[in-house]
């Protein structure tokens, strides 16, 4: 069993940042990848990004590509989304999920956290 909670959500203006953290126990070293998704109200839950656990390999969406950056630390257990340059847009709740597929696909992300809000003003 693997227990995801994040933390680090919060309110701020437009162009500011912020960082979210994703403390990962349990059985941790089964994980393959693990990614950060939001879903605003009303909208569909969107990955906004993806790291392989093993090698560090990292996927964005093309609506934070440059803006922000996940990274993890093995010896912390834990995973980071730093998100600079904040739009209104970028409100949502972010979850922080874990993917024991070895291929990492979308659909293999079924481990997830309890969510935290990022509000965006203007």
């Known amino acids: 069993q693997v227990q995801l909670v994040e933390s680090g959500g919060g309110s701020v203006q437009a162009g500011g940042s912020l960082r979210l953290s994703c403390a990962a126990s349990g059985y941790v070293s089964s994980l393959y990848c693990m990614g950060w998704f939001r879903q605003a109200p009303g909208k569909e839950r969107e990955r906004v990004a993806q790291?392989?656990?093993?090698?560090?390999?990292?996927y964005y969406s093309d609506s934070v590509k440059g803006r922000f950056t996940i990274s993890q630390d093995n010896t912390k257990n834990t995973l980071y989304l730093q998100m600079n340059s904040l739009k209104p847009g970028d409100t949502a709740m972010y979850y922080c999920?874990?993917?024991?597929?070895?291929?990492?696909?979308?659909?293999?992300?079924?481990?997830w956290g309890q969510g935290t809000q990022v509000t965006v003003s203007s």
């Open positions: 790291i392989r656990t093993r090698g560090g390999s990292t």
């Open positions: 999920a874990g993917n024991r597929f070895s291929t990492c696909d979308l659909a293999g992300f079924n481990i």
